[in-house]
């Protein structure tokens, strides 16, 4: 692991709190920017809950759409998938991340005997 790297598993629960936050973290910016756009869509077109109530920090979307008794399921379908897609997301990319950190690079040397 370089020193300049970061560690993976913050941008996981970023990406819960808000689609995209977890990508920026992990300095993939135009990704990040197209899921949070996605995510502002699917709020604004496909739910009943505003983007100012869903990005606020004492109750976020996740938890309210946990809360099965409060909202109804065709209002947070959406917006949740997308969340949870764009949190695979985030997973694949660490995983790459982590493959690609373990494989030899072309100037070291192994060996069989070893």
Not at 3 to 15: D, E, I, K, N
Not at 21 to 41: D, P, Q, S, V
Not at 60 to 70: E, K, R, Y
């Amino acid at each position: 692991m370089s020193p300049l790297s970061r560690p993976v598993w913050p941008a996981y629960p970023l990406s819960v709190l808000v689609a995209g936050l977890g990508h920026c973290y992990l300095g993939r910016w135009k990704r990040g920017a197209i899921w949070f756009a996605l995510y502002g869509l699917a709020l604004v077109f496909l739910s009943a809950r505003t983007i100012a109530g869903a990005l606020s920090p004492d109750e976020p979307f996740v938890v309210t759409a946990l809360q099965f008794d409060a909202v109804s399921y065709t209002d947070v379908a959406v917006p949740l998938a997308i969340l949870l897609v764009c949190l695979l997301d985030v997973y694949l990319i660490g995983l790459t991340e982590r493959t690609a950190a373990g494989a030899p690079g072309a100037d070291e040397f192994r060996s069989n005997s070893s």
